[in-house]
C-alpha cells in the first residue's frame, strides 16, 4: 500500500509542475503588460517600473542575457516619433525615420533615474557627433553601436557641433546571472509561500486568502452535504422507480434544473423570497440566518446535473450480474438497491464528492457577491473587476493545487476499498 | 449508421420538438446577423441601440411585444441579437475546443506511449483548473470583450472531448479495419483522420450539441459580471441591467431574457441527450 502511494505521489509532481506552468504562461507570458493591466495606463513610468520590480517582471522570461527597461521603451521611428516630439531640440523626419538632435543640445531620454547598481546598455545608429552616457560617438555615415554604462552613470545624449541624428535606439540592463528569469522568481516566491501583494486592496495576498476562507466554507460547506444527500437520495427513487412515471418525471425536471442559468436562481431566489416575501434577509453576513437563502440556492441549482450523474451511476450497477444474484435468491427490491447496490455505487460516487472539495475553497463566485458575504468568491469577483492580478494568480493556483491533491486522495481510498486497483 | 441514428431520432417526439426549437433559434440567429451587418455598412445605429427615453420601462403591448427598457429600447430587438451573441459564442468555442481536443485525443490513442503521457499530462494540468475561475483568468488577461470569452471558453473546454475521443481512438486502434490499412502500408495520419476519425465522428457531434449550452450560461454570466461583451445586446447584460428594475415592478425585461435563455439551453440539453441515444446504440440495450 506504502508503494502505491509512494507511486501516486511521485506521478503527482508532473501535474503540479503543470499547474505551475501554466498560470505562469496565463500571466507573464499571454499576459504580457500586467502592470499596466493592474495600475491602468494612466500611472507614470517609474511606478510601473516599481510594480514590475516587486513581482520580477523586469527580468527576462525563461532565460536571457538582457531585460527591457522602461526608463526608455523601444519606438520604432519608421512609425512615429513617440517620445521624441516632447522635446523641443530634436526634431523628427518621418522621411529618413530618424530624429535630429540640435547642435550642442542635452537630451536625457531617460523617464526616471536608474537603479545605481545595475549595468546597462544603449544600442543605437547614428550619423553625426557627439557624446551618449558620456561615450565618444562621430561617424560620418549610418553606424550602429553598442554603449555599456552603469545606472549611476549619467545616460542622456550631448550633440556635437553638427548635432546627432538618430535610427534605432534600444535600451537594455544586463541581468548578471541568465537564470535568473521571471519563472526562477516565480518558483521562488511559491517556494517562499509568499502570494504575492494585493494591489488594489493593499494588503498581503495571504492574509485575504485566510480572512475568506471561513465565510466561504459556512456557505459552501452547508451546499456541499445537503446536495449530496438529496440527490444521491433523488437518484435512488429513481434507481428504484425506474421506467415508470415518477422515474420519467424526475429526470424532466432534473434537465429543466440544468438548464436554467444560475444567474437566474438567484436573482429569483433573492427578489421572490426574500424581497417579496421576506422569509430570508436580502443581504449581509451577520447570523446563520442570513446563510440560509444562499445554501437553499446553492442545493437548488447543482440538483439537476447531479441527480442525473447518481442516476446513471445506479442503474450501471443495476445490470451487474449480483444484483441479478440478489433478485434471483428472493431479496426484496428495497434491500438489494439499499444495501447492496448503495454500497457498490459509492465508489463512483465518492469519487465524484471528493473531486468537488477544490470547490469548496474557492467559494461560490456569484452567491457570495449577491448576498454580501465576505469570502473567497467575492474576494475573486472583486479582484478580477479590478484586474487584481495577484489575487486571481493565487486563487486559481490554490485551487488546482487542492484540486491535484484531492485527486491523490480518491486514487488513495479507491485502492484501500477495491485492492485491484493496485494492479494496474 | 447515420441513417439508423435518423430513424431513431425521429421517433422521439420530445427531441423533434427539441430540433424544431434549435431550427428556430437558429433562424433568428442568422437574422440578427444579417441585421447587424446591415446597419454596420450603412454606417447607421441599428434600431435596437436607439434609445428613446420617452418611451422609458412600456409594458408589453400592441408596438413592443416585450416591452421597452430604461432606454426605451425594443426588449423584443434586443433579445433577438441576443441570440446572435449566443449562437456566436457557442460555435466559435467550439471551433476552438473541438479541433485541439480531437487532435490530441487522436494522436494519444493512436500513438500510445510518449505521445500519449504528454497529451495526458496536459489534459490533467488542464482538468487541475478550477473551471470558471480559470475561465475569468483568461477574459480578464486577454481583455473585455467577444474576444476574451472566446479564448477563456475554448482553450478550457477541450479537456472533456480529448478524453472521449482518446479512449475511442484506443478501442478501434485494435480493430481489423485499422490493422489492414496499416498492413496496406496508408500513412499514420491518413488512417487516423480518414479511417477512425469518421468511426468516431457521433462523439464529436453530440459532444458539440452538450458544450453548446453550457458555453452559452458561461458568456451569460461572463457578461454579467461585466467581464464580456461590452456594448452589444448581450443576454447577460439585458439580465444584469434588468435586476434591478424588476425591484421596482419591471418584470418583463428579466422575464423574457430568462425564458429565451431557458428555452435555448433545455432544447440543445434535450437534442443532446436524444442525439446521443440514437447515435450510440450500445447505451439502449
Avoid at chain 1, 449530496?228 to 427513487?237: C, K
Avoid at chain 1, 434507481?239 to 422515474?247: E, L
Avoid at chain 1, 486571481?392 to 484531492?406: K, S
Amino acid at each position: 500500500m506504502l508503494k502505491y502511494i509512494l507511486k501516486r505521489v511521485v506521478q503527482m509532481v508532473p501535474t503540479v509542475i503543470g499547474v505551475v506552468l501554466l498560470t505562469f504562461i496565463l500571466f507573464n507570458v499571454v499576459g504580457g503588460d500586467l502592470a499596466a493591466i493592474a495600475l491602468g495606463k494612466k500611472v507614470s513610468l517609474q511606478s510601473l517600473e516599481t510594480f514590475d520590480e516587486e513581482r520580477g517582471l523586469n527580468k527576462p522570461l525563461f532565460f536571457g542575457t538582457r531585460s527591457t527597461t522602461r526608463a526608455y521603451e523601444d519606438q520604432d521611428l519608421s512609425e512615429n516619433a513617440g517620445r521624441w516630439s516632447g522635446w523641443s531640440n530634436a526634431v523628427y523626419s518621418s522621411e529618413t525615420a530618424s530624429v535630429a538632435i540640435k547642435p550642442n543640445a542635452t537630451i536625457d531620454p531617460l523617464a526616471f533615474s536608474l537603479d545605481p547598481q545595475d549595468e546597462f546598455e544603449w544600442k543605437i545608429a547614428y550619423r553625426g557627433s557627439g557624446t551618449l552616457a558620456g561615450r565618444e560617438l562621430a561617424s560620418e555615415g549610418w553606424k550602429t553601436e553598442t554603449v555599456r554604462f552603469r545606472g549611476a552613470e549619467a545616460g542622456g545624449f550631448v550633440a556635437g557641433p553638427d548635432g546627432i541624428e538618430i535610427k534605432k535606439l534600444k535600451l537594455r540592463k544586463v541581468v548578471k546571472n541568465p537564470f535568473d528569469s521571471q519563472l526562477w522568481f516565480y518558483v521562488k516566491q511559491l517556494a517562499r509561500g509568499d502570494m504575492g501583494y494585493s494591489e488594489g486592496l493593499k494588503q498581503p495576498v495571504s492574509k485575504l486568502l485566510k480572512d475568506g476562507v471561513l465565510p466561504s466554507l459556512s456557505l459552501t460547506i452547508p451546499i456541499f452535504f445537503i446536495g449530496v444527500v438529496v440527490s444521491v437520495s433523488l437518484s435512488l427513487i429513481c434507481a428504484f422507480f425506474r421506467d415508470t412515471f415518477i422515474d420519467r418525471f424526475l429526470v424532466m425536471v432534473s434537465v429543466a434544473l440544468m438548464s436554467i442559468n444560475y444567474l437566474v436562481y438567484i436573482v429569483a431566489g433573492q427578489y421572490f423570497l426574500a424581497y417579496r416575501q421576506g422569509l430570508f434577509p436580502v443581504w449581509g453576513y451577520e447570523s446563520a440566518r442570513y446563510l440560509i437563502l444562499p445554501v437553499i440556492i446553492g442545493v437548488v441549482s447543482g440538483l439537476g446535473a447531479n441527480i442525473r450523474f447518481y442516476r446513471t451511476v445506479m442503474l450501471d450497477e443495476m445490470y451487474k450480474d449480483y444484483v441479478r444474484t440478489a433478485f434471483a435468491k428472493g431479496v426484496a427490491k428495497p434491500r438489494v438497491l439499499f444495501v447492496h447496490v448503495l454500497k457498490n455505487a459509492m465508489i463512483p460516487i465518492i469519487t465524484n464528492v471528493v473531486m468537488l472539495i477544490p470547490f469548496l475553497y474557492t467559494g461560490s463566485l456569484l452567491l457570495e457577491s449577491f448576498f454580501g458575504i465576505p469570502g473567497l468568491g467575492y474576494l475573486s469577483i472583486n479582484a478580477l473587476l479590478s484586474s487584481d492580478v495577484d489575487v486571481i494568480r493565487a486563487i486559481v493556483l490554490i485551487g488546482a493545487i487542492l484540486f491535484v491533491i484531492c485527486n491523490l486522495l480518491t486514487d488513495i481510498c479507491y485502492a484501500l476499498v477495491d485492492p485491484r486497483v493496485k494492479l494496474k | 449508421m447515420w441513417g439508423d441514428a435518423w430513424r431513431r431520432l425521429s421517433k422521439n417526439r420530445l427531441a423533434m420538438v427539441c430540433l424544431g426549437l434549435v431550427a428556430f433559434f437558429t433562424l433568428l440567429a442568422v437574422y440578427g446577423e444579417i441585421v447587424c451587418r446591415y446597419h454596420e455598412a450603412r454606417d447607421i445605429t441599428p434600431f435596437y441601440q436607439k434609445t428613446n427615453l420617452e418611451m422609458a420601462f412600456q409594458p408589453p403591448g400592441g408596438v413592443h411585444w416585450m416591452g421597452t427598457d430604461a432606454l426605451g429600447r425594443d426588449v423584443m430587438a434586443r433579445l433577438i441579437q441576443g441570440v446572435t451573441i449566443a449562437y456566436k459564442v457557442g460555435i466559435i468555442t467550439s471551433l476552438i475546443a473541438i479541433p485541439i481536443g480531437v487532435f490530441f485525443g487522436c494522436i494519444a490513442g493512436y500513438f500510445g506511449g510518449k505521445v500519449d503521457d504528454f497529451v495526458v499530462w496536459l489534459y490533467s494540468t488542464f482538468a487541475s483548473m478550477p473551471g470558471l475561475l480559470f475561465i475569468l483568468a483568461i477574459a480578464m488577461v486577454v481583455g473585455r470583450g467577444l474576444l476574451g470569452i472566446y479564448l477563456g471558453i475554448g482553450l478550457t473546454t477541450w479537456v472533456g472531448i480529448c478524453r472521449l475521443i482518446r479512449g475511442e481512438v484506443i478501442k478501434h486502434k485494435g480493430q481489423t479495419y485499422v490493422q489492414a490499412a496499416q498492413a496496406l502500408g496508408l500513412g499514420d495520419g491518413r488512417i487516423i483522420f480518414k479511417h477512425i476519425l469518421p468511426n468516431v465522428m457521433h462523439v464529436i457531434i453530440v459532444t458539440f450539441t452538450l458544450r453548446f449550452p453550457a458555453a452559452v450560461g458561461t458568456e451569460v454570466f461572463l457578461s454579467f459580471i461585466g467581464i464580456g461583451v461590452q456594448d452589444q445586446p448581450s443576454w447577460g447584460l439585458m439580465i444584469n441591467s434588468a435586476r434591478m428594475r424588476l425591484w421596482q415592478g419591471m418584470w418583463w425585461e428579466m422575464t423574457f431574457v430568462t425564458l429565451a435563455v431557458f428555452l435555448l439551453v433545455l432544447a440543445f440539453n434535450l437534442l443532446g441527450d436524444a442525439l446521443r441515444d440514437a447515435l450510440d446504440p450500445r447505451l439502449n440495450d
